[in-house]
């Protein structure tokens, strides 16, 4: 079953605008983790949050983690077409090893 | 360094039969996932190896089965194939480095079964 859900499902903005995703997850986790995947290929990892770290950055992407409110937001600044793709966020709750719990994704479209 | 590969890319059966997926994880990374994708049941967790041993199992029928290599390469299996184990299969491989919370996972292309 899936622990998160994501909001939304479907989101569609112009180049250059940002685009906010939004992840919310039932447990305590050791860290989150946010994917893209291009029209059902591998996941590319994008960035991980660890539960005592509260926002993180690389390059156009923020990533922000409010473990009191189990949610993370996924900010994407001066989107591009090529970032069309669904994002999804994963936490890891193992204490030994990882297993990853994924939610249902956000469908992002950035129209040219 | 080169990143997950698995082989093959795409797999077509028939009911009944089994099939084996390969992953070679990223070199020095010890730790392999598996995970099923479904436009129904989305990501959901397989298993996990680390040092030939499986660490951690999610919630799947013994017909789906796995083994690690010394060299950290992993197989997965499904035996008795039913036509819901259509999926995307995903494997991911981590340096298990630094403890839980730097478990980043880094995932392969994946492997499309259809079972016809």
């Known amino acids: 079953s899936q622990q998160g859900e994501e909001d939304p499902q479907a989101l569609s903005i112009q180049e250059g605008e940002n685009a906010t995703m939004n992840c919310s997850y039932k447990?305590?986790?050791?860290?989150l983790q946010w994917y893209r995947q291009n029209s059902g290929r591998g996941l590319v990892h994008l960035i991980l949050?660890?539960?005592?770290?509260r926002e993180k950055h690389s390059g156009r992407l923020r990533v922000t983690l409010d473990t009191s409110k189990k949610s993370s937001s996924l900010l994407i600044t001066a989107s591009r077409a090529a970032d069309t793709a669904s994002y999804f966020c994963?936490?890891?709750?193992?204490?030994?090893?990882?297993?990853?719990?994924f939610g249902e994704g956000t469908q992002l479209t950035v129209n040219p | 360094k080169a990143g997950v590969t698995q082989t093959p890319r795409y797999l077509i059966k028939t009911r009944g039969q089994q099939v084996t997926l390969s992953c070679s994880p990223i070199?020095?990374?010890?730790?392999v996932s598996w995970y099923q994708q479904t436009p129904g049941q989305g990501l959901q967790f397989l298993f996990e190896?680390?040092?030939?041993?499986?660490?951690n199992k999610g919630n799947f029928p013994g017909r789906f089965s796995g083994r690690q290599f010394s060299n950290s390469r992993s197989e997965m299996n499904v035996s008795t194939l039913e036509l819901g184990d259509s999926a995307l299969y995903l494997c991911?491989?981590?340096?298990?480095?630094?403890?839980?919370?730097?478990?980043?996972?880094?995932f392969g292309p994946g492997t499309r079964l259809t079972v016809l």
């Open positions: 994963a936490t890891d709750a193992e204490t030994s090893g990882s297993r990853l719990t």
């Open positions: 991911a491989s981590s340096s298990n480095v630094g403890g839980s919370s730097y478990n980043e996972q880094f």
């Open positions: 949050i660890r539960s005592n770290e």
């Open positions: 070199s020095g990374h010890r730790s």
């Open positions: 190896y680390f040092s030939e041993t499986q660490r």
């Open positions: 447990t305590s986790i050791n860290n």
